[in-house]
Each structure stands twice: as structure tokens, then as C-alpha cells.
């Protein structure tokens, strides 16, 4: 948590809180590099083919971007549909089954004085969610969660940045693995790419650029990557204006 700007006007704050969460990236992303130095090229490689960034070079095209479009499917069969940007705003579809699905949207409101602020976590339930639940929520209706259900849930607009934005998610990469190597190549949706390997994960970044497209955790999720810097503006639910 930020220490409090006593005085500081909520945009002042704003721009601090912004600023210090980049510092704080960029930060773990030299640390990173230094770790783990240049990422090596492939051993067999065409010599018409462009020679693959490193790590660092990676780690910090992510971080400068201003927003990212990020499909994740789970093992169990959720798949999360889900835009993020610079401010730390968040939203997206997540599809529990094949019927049963919600909307949401998160952001953080500074407060007066430059104090922390509180979260909106706005979410709508589909028809079939709505009455699986045996719940107060209505099918289609804006639910506000309010910040003591916030925080038992996890879904913070905080929590939520750090999974689906371009700064939160080169945290959770450098700080899941200080050192990525090129391990080979393949291709991801039509995309020939270098895939770079460390502690069990995976970014697969396409010949000729230094954005991932793939993201594969440990456990085998994959995360697809793309609209880097183009999937904004991202605004509240047209059910909850």
C-alpha cells in the first residue's frame, strides 16, 4: 500500500500512484536482467531470420505498454476474457461453463487528501448464473461489490491489475522467473516464435518483435496476449452507468 501524500490533490496522487507502480516494474525488471543477463538465440537458426530480443528487452516492451487484451483458459474449462490498461483499469467476460457466465469491471477511486481510496468491482450476471446461485443477484443487473466483499473475495481493483494489466503482468513474470532463455522456436497462431524459458514458464514472442503473444504458467495454463497497447479505452459495463 502507498504511503499517504498528505495535501496532494487526487490527481496529484493519481499520477504518483501511477508513476511509483512503473518505478516499481522497471525496477524488478532490471533486477531481472541483471540476473539473468542477454537471453541466448537459438542454436540452429536461418540466417534470414531476425535475431530474437532478450530477456530484458522483452521484460521491458511489456511494461511500457499502455494496455493488453488477455484470454486465459483454465484447466477446469473457465476462460477469462479480459482487457487491462495503464490506470489500472480492468474489465472483461469470465465463461464458467458453456451457459453460465459475468461481466465485470474494476477501478480504483483516489480519495480526498490523497489517501488510498476504495475499489469499484462492478459485476453482472448472465441469465444462468443468476439462477444457479439461489442469490439476490438479477440476470443482466449491475451488482456492486462493496469493499469488505471486495477484499474477502480478492477482487480489489489492485488484485485485479496485477492479473490483467501490462505492469502486473511483467511483475508476475519477472518475479516468477529472474532469468529466461530461448529454448527454441514455434508457432502461435500463425506466428513463428521464439520461446523463451525460465522456472517452469513460458513467453512466446513472435521473430521481429519483443511483445509475447503466449504466456504458460507452470501449471500449463496459457494465457493468449495481443492488442498491446490498443485495447483501450476501457470503461464501466453498459449496465452499470
Known amino acids: 500500500m502507498e504511503p499517504a501524500l498528505a495535501g ?4 496529484v496522487w493519481w499520477m504518483l ?7 516499481l516494474v522497471l525496477a524488478a525488471v532490471g ?20 535475431h530474437a530480443p532478450t530477456y530484458k528487452q522483452v521484460l521491458l516492451a511489456m511494461a511500457a505498454e499502455q494496455s493488453v487484451h488477455m484470454v486465459v483458459e483454465g484447466a477446469t474449462g473457465v476462460v477469462e476474457d479480459v482487457r487491462g490498461d495503464l490506470a489500472g483499469d480492468v474489465a472483461g467476460t469470465v465463461t464458467l461453463s458453456s451457459r453460465v457466465a459475468y461481466q465485470f469491471y474494476a477501478h480504483l477511486i483516489p480519495a480526498a487528501g490523497g489517501q488510498l481510496g476504495t475499489s469499484v468491482y462492478d459485476f453482472v450476471p448472465n441469465s444462468q448464473l443468476a439462477e444457479s446461485c439461489g442469490c439476490h443477484l438479477k440476470a443482466n443487473v449491475c451488482a456492486a461489490f462493496p469493499a469488505t466483499l471486495q477484499t474477502q473475495s480478492g477482487l ?3 488484485a485485479l491489475a496485477e492479473l490483467f494489466t501490462p505492469e502486473g503482468l511483467t511483475h508476475e513474470v519477472t518475479a516468477n522467473a529472474p532469468a529466461m532463455t530461448v529454448g527454441g522456436t514455434t508457432i502461435v497462431a500463425q506466428q513463428p516464435v521464439y520461446i523463451f524459458k525460465g522456472s517452469r ?9 519483443k511483445l509475447p503473444v503466449r504466456y504458460v504458467r507452470p501449471n500449463g495454463n496459457g494465457e493468449t496476449l495481443s492488442e498491446w ?4 479505452p476501457i470503461t464501466n459495463l453498459a449496465a452499470c452507468k
Request: aromatic share 2%.
Open 156 to 158: 480489489t481493483a489492485d
Open 201 to 209: 514458464l513460458e513467453l512466446d514472442v513472435p521473430y521481429g518483435s
Open 8 to 11: 496532494a490533490t487526487d490527481s
Open 229 to 232: 497497447g490498443a485495447a483501450g
Open 17 to 23: 500512484r501511477v508513476v511509483a507502480r512503473r518505478l
Open 31 to 50: 533486477l531481472a536482467a541483471s540476473a539473468c543477463g542477454a537471453a541466448t538465440t537459438p542454436a540452429t537458426q536461418v540466417s534470414t531470420t531476425p
